[in-house]
């Protein structure tokens, strides 16, 4: 079992930053993925960024690429996501998600691919 603990989230103006953390705790091993999805209201969550505790670079989603970046503390059991230069289209709420298996790069994108989920943090950019 392993639970996920967001953090971070709160209401910005467009332009500004927030960093989203995420600890995990519990059986989590060691060749795990991780990262984040987003759901804004009315929408379909979708893949933000994501990375593999065993190594090899991080994936973006597009709309996100150059202005977030994922991060991770192994000691911690703890991913970081640094969100720079907000906009609007940001809002949403945030969500923690762990597989605890090395997924490829295929299957990285889809939410039915992993187990674990945190209950999700807000995120609202606004002027």
């Known amino acids: 079992q392993v639970q996920l603990e967001e953090s971070g989230g709160g209401w910005v103006q467009p332009g500004g930053s927030l960093r989203l953390s995420c600890r995990a705790s519990?059986?989590?091993?060691?060749?795990?993925?991780m990262g984040w999805f987003r759901q804004a209201p009315g929408q379909e969550r979708e893949f933000t960024a994501v990375?593999?505790?065993?190594?090899?670079?991080?994936h973006y989603a597009d709309s996100v690429k150059g202005r977030f970046t994922i991060s991770r503390d192994t000691a911690k059991n703890t991913v970081y996501l640094q969100m720079n230069s907000l906009k609007p289209e940001d809002t949403a709420v945030y969500y923690c998600?762990?597989?605890?298996?090395?997924?490829?790069?295929?299957?990285?994108?889809?939410?039915?691919?992993?187990?674990?989920w945190g209950q999700g943090t807000q995120v609202t950019v606004s002027s």
């Open positions: 998600a762990f597989e605890n298996s090395r997924l490829i790069v295929s299957r990285l994108w889809d939410e039915e691919n992993y187990t674990y």
């Open positions: 519990g059986r989590t091993g060691s060749s795990g993925t």
């Open positions: 990375f593999r505790w065993s190594g090899g670079g991080p």
